[in-house]
């Protein structure tokens, strides 16, 4: 597609429940990023791939969170054993790796842990 | 962490006004970005400054960067109801991305009134 795909759009669960998100990229973008943002707030960084490198899993809250992207193009967050302060819109953005760094963002998912 | 602070948290203003929207950052970068969310979407880029800018323009957007403040400042000039938004800055420390690479502020929310 022309833009950042995700999926699900909007995703309810339970508590202690895993999860899975999906982003398809813009075809090209080397750069791929996940942020979180709960309600009202900026952007958390999560994680970062860039071609082939070892992913910065920096932003990751704990090791419930994981994220891997195959063939260097579709990238899946996985929550495992959710919380309920894992609640949020989880974004993905991808970008061509120039010094301009301009990130093109998918809808997001919204993940509510009941 | 985030890098950038913006001000106001909320604005509300008639249509056919001006408004002005503030960011505040702590450290040195190499470019500034704006960015628009509209409720319950994605982020929109908007225009992209450079540390070596002072300002720049695009349509009725005005952007001016002061690197000795530390400071950035977006001006919606002729607002319209569809520019309701959260507006954010994000500041790029570092070309080609990473973890430190594009890093956002909490947003400005604005309001145009009809």
């Known amino acids: 597609g022309a833009g950042v795909s995700q999926s699900p759009s909007n995703k309810v669960t339970e508590k202690g429940k895993d999860v899975e998100l999906r982003c398809d990229p813009i075809s090209g973008h080397t750069a791929l990023y996940w942020y979180r943002q709960s309600l009202g707030q900026g952007l958390e960084f999560l994680i970062y791939f860039q071609g082939n490198s070892a992913p910065d899993k920096s932003g990751l809250p704990s090791d419930r969170f994981s994220a891997e992207r195959t063939g260097g193009s579709v990238s899946t967050l996985t929550i495992q054993r959710t919380q309920q302060e894992d609640s949020a819109v989880y974004l993905c953005?991808?970008?061509?790796?120039?010094?301009?760094?301009?990130?093109?963002f998918g809808e997001g998912s919204r993940l509510t842990v009941l | 962490s985030q890098q950038g602070e913006e001000d106001p948290q909320a604005l509300s203003i008639q249509e056919g006004e001006n408004a002005t929207m503030n960011c505040s950052y702590k450290t040195s970068i190499n470019n500034l970005q704006w960015y628009r969310q509209n409720s319950g979407r994605g982020l929109v880029h908007l225009i992209l400054?450079?540390?070596?800018?002072r300002e720049k323009h695009s349509g009725r957007l005005r952007v001016t960067l002061d690197t000795s403040k530390k400071s950035s400042s977006l001006l919606i000039t002729a607002s319209r109801a569809a520019d309701t938004a959260s507006y954010f800055c994000?500041?790029?420390?570092?070309?080609?991305?990473?973890?430190?690479?594009?890093?956002f502020g909490k947003g400005t929310h604005l309001i145009i009134q009809p």
């Open positions: 400054i450079r540390s070596n800018e």
């Open positions: 953005a991808s970008s061509l790796l120039k010094d301009t760094g301009e990130l093109f």
């Open positions: 994000a500041t790029s420390r570092r070309v080609g991305g990473g973890a430190d690479g594009l890093t």
